[in-house]
């Protein structure tokens, strides 16, 4: 087979590695002029609803809704004076909307829902999942109402959606409703992973509704009003795992469904598989005792070519890839998505649907934020890259029920989803600790000695820039510079740190980088600032009094986590003793 030049290749799974929000996600060509819009002058799209079947009915009444993607169904949550809390302005600027728009009088209005925007047509999208493992049926938006797709002049598409702007037929037994509490965690995370370079969702505003949401926090039989709000969530595309699920679990009238959502989401979020070179005969070997070989350029749906130039995976291969580099990139900065279920899970490798996450304190590889996942802990830190490759299996087995790949190409989704997750991983890590190349042990000794001492995961790796890389340093005096996160441990866990500072020095020695350069090169990729749920919660409680300049702060700390922001140091500090109460260091998923 000849290899295709570069110019005949499009990069696509390595781009991953860009920021998602870069993508050119159609063919039109447009000049970008780079003018402020109003709210009135948004370039409404609008494609989800314009190209794919709807439910006939548009009520809010709980039900089945069968051989629809989606329900139109408008915000019904009753709002009295809502106020802006806060608002993302690198999100405006993605929109290129003008940030007067902020200080309309009418702004939370029209982003609370509860007056229509021109030119946006609201829907609530079907799909189902996996909870917890187990076939949950239809789910759906029960409290997200998407407004429709902004496209910019980059012809970039942007949805936007709605949390908790009222019931829709999804809504089951619930109110649809939001609440500040969980609110101000989604807005605020949705940037702070953006900052941090994780492929997420984004936030564009939060307002207040004005109206109280009663809310069981606990599930403990104890309801309490809350402050209810609305985040505006803005993605490329929010397609599921579970949107192409529900359709394959319904029986053959309904695969013709998943065709269809697989062409939709490649045409507008994967245009690169459709510009594919099927000139080209292109194939890999299984691997199997039969030495089987399956064809590539065959089924788009499947994979394309390994070159010497680019890797270039077709859909279910670059799904894989990219929720890899996705998963990678969580247990890199010690973030735990807390309800890894199907439905919860981007087509896009983003992160997404912000419920009781949180990031690692004291390492600990058994953590997980959500009380609802004690007793197994399912979703905890260390099974996420287990989970996301289950997840996978389910996404690719949709397919093949609907005979959009084999059993081959599936099994190869899977395997690429393994091989990208440990190269990702091994990247991250290696940069964490600023060594030259990937040294499993010197990586694995670290992680244990990290859990045996509970030791802050990202306060450790922040100030292990500090370390010189001297072998000549006495060992009485090499723990100096981690004297501030290495905390109550004994003489025999002071050696053990000693000897690995030992192995880790002799290693940053043998590179011959500088001090100063490593130090750089390791602050960053390691966050001096993260999201902490401790800082959270005191935002939540000031802003449930009516004070959001918690909220505001705490968005502009997170916006620069790898810088030191001098003034700010009290955001990178160890929670306190209180932040380790129910509903503080661990959530349910009421919100």
């Known amino acids: 087979m000849e290899s295709s030049t570069p110019e005949q290749l499009r990069p696509s799974v390595d781009s991953v ?6 993508q050119s996600l159609n063919d039109v060509v447009v000049v970008d002029d780079g003018k402020l819009k109003s709210l009135e002058d948004l370039d409404w799209d609008n494609s989800f609803i314009r190209q794919l079947p709807g439910d006939p009915r548009s009520d809010n ?9 989606y ?6 949550v009753e709002v009295e004076n809502p106020q802006l809390v806060a608002w993302s302005e690198s999100v405006a600027q993605l929109l290129q909307l003008d940030p007067k728009e902020f200080e309309r009088p009418d702004f939370p209005l029209f982003f609370s829902g509860a007056t229509p925007l021109p030119g946006s047509s609201s829907y609530a999208q079907n799909y189902g999942g996996h909870q917890f493992g187990q076939w949950a049926g239809q789910l759906g938006d029960g409290r997200a109402i998407t407004l429709g797709e902004v496209l910019n002049s980059k012809s970039e598409r942007w949805e936007l959606q709605l949390k908790g702007a009222g019931k829709t037929p999804y809504s089951r037994f619930a109110d649809g409703l939001a609440v500040l509490r969980s609110s101000v965690r989604e807005f ?21 509704t004005g109206k109280f949401v009663m809310r069981d926090m606990f599930y403990d039989g104890n309801p309490k009003d809350e402050p209810g709000a609305i985040v505006c969530r803005v993605a490329p595309s929010f397609l599921r795992f579970g949107s192409f699920q529900l359709h394959a679990s319904r029986g053959k009238e309904d695969l013709a469904i998943v ?3 697989a062409d939709y989401a490649i045409r507008h979020h994967f245009p690169h598989i459709e510009d594919m070179n099927k000139s080209d005969s292109l194939s890999f070997s299984t691997g199997n005792e039969d030495d089987s070989v399956v064809d590539l350029t065959s089924n788009k749906y499947a994979v394309l070519v390994l070159s010497a130039i680019f890797l ?3 859909w279910a291969v670059e799904v894989a890839e990219r929720t890899a580099f996705l998963v990678a990139s969580w247990q890199g900065v010690g973030f735990t998505h807390g309800v890894l279920n199907t439905d919860n899970m981007s087509i896009l490798g ?4 912000y419920g009781p996450f949180g990031f690692l304190d004291a390492f600990d590889p058994r953590f997980t934020p959500n009380t609802t996942d004690l007793p197994g802990r399912r979703y905890c830190f260390a099974n996420q890259p287990d989970v996301g490759l289950w997840n996978i299996a389910q996404f690719t087995l949709a397919l093949q029920t609907a005979e959009l790949i084999n059993d081959k190409e599936a ?7 393994g091989t990208k997750f440990m190269d990702e991983y091994q990247v991250i890590m290696t940069k964490k600790l600023g060594l030259p190349k990937y040294n499993k042990q010197i990586i694995s000794k670290l992680l244990s000695h990290l859990a045996v001492d509970k030791v802050d995961y990202t306060n450790f790796f922040r100030t292990l820039s500090n370390l010189k890389a001297d072998p000549s340093i006495p060992d009485i005096k090499l723990l100096a510079p981690l004297k501030a996160v290495l905390l109550d441990i004994g003489q025999e866990r002071k050696e053990a740190w000693i000897d690995w500072v030992k192995s880790y020095i002799q290693e940053l020695a043998a590179s011959g980088i500088s001090d100063e350069e490593r130090k750089a090169s390791m602050d960053s990729v390691n966050p001096k600032y993260i999201l902490r749920n401790y800082l959270c919660q005191s935002a939540i409680d000031v802003a449930e009094q009516g004070d959001f300049s918690e909220v505001r702060r705490l968005l502009k700390v997170m916006e620069r986590p790898f810088d030191d922001q001098p003034g700010m140091e009290k955001y990178a500090r160890l929670p306190p003793a209180w932040a380790y109460r129910p509903g503080v260091c661990m959530l349910s998923c009421s919100s």
Do not use: W
């Open 17 to 22: 590695t860009q920021d998602m929000n870069n």
């Open 71 to 76: 329900t139109k169904v408008l915000p019904s």
């Open 350 to 353: 983003l992160t997404i649907d």
């Open 411 to 417: 099994s190869y989704a899977m395997e690429r989803y």
């Open 188 to 208: 605020l995370c949705s940037e702070a992973m953006h900052s941090l370079g994780i492929p997420t969702t984004r936030a564009l505003s939060l307002v207040t």
């Open 61 to 69: 009444i709980p039900r089945q809704v069968f051989h629809a993607c």
């Open 259 to 261: 065709r269809a959502l």
């Open 312 to 314: 270039v995976s077709a």
